[in-house]
Nanobody, 121 residues
Framework: QVQLVESGGGLVQPGGSLRLSCAAS????????MGWYRQAPGKQRELVAD???????NYADSVKGRFTISRDNAKNTVYLQMNSLKPEDTAVYYC???????????????WGQGTQVTVSS
């Protein structure tokens, strides 16, 4: 049993900031990577940023220079600091983890429930 729980979403004005958190819990052996995806109404879910266990990061072009992903491996938690927010950042943001459960043979993808981020005046 694995659970990813997001927090930190909400309503913010353009130019403002939000910090999302996602904590993974359960029978986890190791986490290879964690990331954030987002999905706006009528659009495909897209990768926003991800980070490997070694600390390598990757960002969508649309958020480079504005968003920062980080993780606390000891707490199995990933964060997304979002600055200079724009209306086009409005979406449901989903936490994702690529992990192996205790006594498991293969890693698999796990998803959080999603948290709404709305950027509006």
């Amino acid at each position: 049993q694995v659970q990813l729980v997001e927090s930190g979403g909400g309503l913010v004005q353009p130019g403002g900031s939000l910090r999302l958190s996602c904590a993974a819990s359960g029978s986890i052996f190791s986490i290879a990577a964690m990331g954030w995806y987002r999905q706006a109404p009528g659009k495909q879910r897209e990768l926003v940023a991800d980070i490997t266990s070694g600390g390598s990061t990757n960002y969508a072009d649309s958020v480079k220079g504005r968003f920062t992903i980080s993780r606390d491996n000891a707490k199995n938690t990933v964060y997304l600091q979002m600055n200079s927010l724009k209306p086009e950042d409005t979406a449901v943001y989903y936490c994702n983890a690529f992990l192996t459960v205790i006594r498991g043979a293969f890693p698999a993808q796990y998803w959080g429930q999603g948290t709404q981020v709305t950027v509006s005046s």
